[in-house]
């Protein structure tokens, strides 16, 4: 069994930058794709960026690109979001998730997931 973990949330500014970590345990997750996503109150979780097994392909939703990047170290199992110039509406709780192993090709909809984390909360104030 696969678990994630998300850290790193926490309350900011405007502008402020931050980092997400995302740990893996259980199975080694080095040839799954992973993710972001978010759930501000009230709304959809959504795509937020995603990673292939190899770390070689990223995407990003619109709303970050520029501003947000991933990226993964495989030997120490662990997915990171690093977050700058961060505006209110970037607002959320933050999810990571995995595919399953051996997929390693990354996708914008949740369901393509097989393994989630249990949720961080950034909260960015103007």
């Known amino acids: 069994q696969v678990q994630l973990v998300e850290s790193g949330g926490g309350l900011l500014q405007a502008g402020s930058s931050l980092r997400l970590s995302c740990a893996a345990s259980g199975r080694t997750l080095s040839l799954s794709a992973m993710g972001w996503f978010r759930q501000a109150p009230g709304k959809e979780r959504g795509f937020v960026a995603a990673?292939?097994?190899?770390?070689?392909?990223?995407d990003y939703a619109d709303s970050v690109k520029g501003r947000f990047t991933i990226s993964r170290d495989n030997a120490k199992n662990t997915m990171y979001l690093q977050m700058n110039s961060l505006k209110p509406e970037d607002t959320a709780v933050y999810y990571c998730?995995?595919?399953?192993?051996?997929?390693?090709?990354?996708?914008?909809?949740?369901?393509?997931?097989?393994?989630w984390g249990q949720g961080t909360q950034v909260t960015v104030s103007s």
């Open positions: 990673i292939g097994g190899h770390g070689g392909t990223t």
């Open positions: 998730a995995a595919r399953k192993l051996m997929y390693y090709s990354i996708k914008r909809t949740s369901n393509e997931y097989e393994y």
